[in-house]
């Protein structure tokens, strides 16, 4: 494992006095990455919903916190292109780009199942036939990278440049475009997004079911997208792969008061967005059995990266301190070392 870092849902609450508020989830938040930051883990990202009590607008979060920290990467896990205007990401990832001089990991997809009835619509995103709305979503993902990658995606007026001159989305920035991830929740579509060169983050669950364990099946979805990288003949011979898991270290009474309910943990299979799904276990127990549960989840084990998911509503100590305990005492068995320089960089396929 080359880096793990935590991955937060945004929860809060709208009741009038009660805590978290929408503006404690984002301070929080803050105040979290910079201590995750003194701490040396690799990241912090966040989940991106709307018309829900989660957290919704991710670039002025992760811009104040690339402001405030020196290491830590900031990224999406992910932003849900349904709703977004491709161009006006690309300058707004561009800008987050230098703001955080590059620590960047730009998770985006499909987006999650969620509480609006096609909610992208009220956003002025029409014409899809897609009751989940996949079919814009790759669209757009397209015309995305297009203008990370600082190709023309406009006529110039002539009066000022002559004829036949297309102009890109400004600001570029040249090394974005290998920090892009697609978040993918099937096997087919982490080989998709193999083909287009782009990182993966393998989803929190997968939205198919065959038997397996959780952590088998999404290992092979890894390897698949690495086999599909490995054919598609990319130049960049490094791609990173996130995988996602609620792990709390049980260190003291009150680590096994609050999460030690979890040790007991197994994996479930449900329907969610239509579709049969595999949902991931919670692993909770003292160090030396998560080492060793850990190095037995086979995902955990093929992945570059971990993303711890963590329960923000509990506040900023609390989750430092699973962050911490898994730092000290869980992830040097893993091969983990503290952030000393910045994000890390992928594996070479071979």
Request: net charge negative; no cysteine; charged share 20%.
């Amino acid at each position: 494992m080359k880096a793990f870092g935590f991955l937060s849902f945004g929860h809060y609450s709208m009741a009038r006095g009660q805590h978290p508020g929408p503006r404690d989830v984002l301070h929080e938040a803050i105040d979290l990455a910079v201590g995750a930051d003194e701490i040396g883990v690799n990241g912090a990202y966040f989940r991106v919903h709307h018309f829900a009590t989660q957290a919704a607008s991710p670039m002025p979060l992760l811009s104040a916190i690339a402001a405030r920290t020196t290491r830590i990467e900031v990224g999406t896990g992910v932003i849900d292109l349904r709703y977004e205007n491709p161009l006006y990401l690309a300058e707004e990832a561009a800008a987050l780009d230098y703001i955080a001089d590059g620590r960047v990991a730009l998770g985006v997809s499909r987006g999650s199942p969620e509480e609006a009835e096609r909610g992208w619509e009220a956003f002025g995103y029409t014409g899809s036939t897609d009751p989940r709305g996949a079919d814009i979503a790759r669209a757009k993902f397209d015309r995305f990278l297009d203008a990370v990658e600082g190709k023309g995606m406009v006529s110039a007026d002539p009066t000022y440049y002559g004829d036949g001159i297309k102009l890109p989305v400004l600001p570029h920035s040249p090394g974005l475009r290998d920090h892009i991830w697609w978040g993918a929740g099937t096997r087919d579509t982490a080989e998709w997004a193999a083909e287009k060169g782009v990182n993966l983050m393998s989803s929190t669950l997968l939205t198919e079911t065959n038997g397996e364990a959780f952590a088998d099946l999404q290992a092979e979805q890894i390897e698949r997208y690495r086999a599909a990288w490995k054919n598609a003949g990319h130049a960049n011979n490094a791609p990173r792969v996130s995988v996602s898991r609620s792990i709390f270290p049980l260190v003291s009474d009150h680590d096994h008061q609050i999460f030690g309910s979890q040790a007991h943990s197994q994996d479930q299979v449900g329907r969610i967005d239509g579709l049969v799904s595999t949902f991931g276990r919670t692993y909770a127990a003292e160090p030396d059995k998560l080492v060793e549960q850990l190095r037995n989840d086979a995902a955990v084990m093929s992945a570059d990266t971990l993303m711890l998911t963590i329960p923000n509503q509990l506040g900023v100590e609390l989750n430092l301190n699973i962050l911490r305990n898994f730092a000290e005492h869980v992830a040097p068995e893993l091969g983990w070392k503290p952030n000393t320089e910045g994000p890390v960089t992928g594996y070479t396929i071979k």
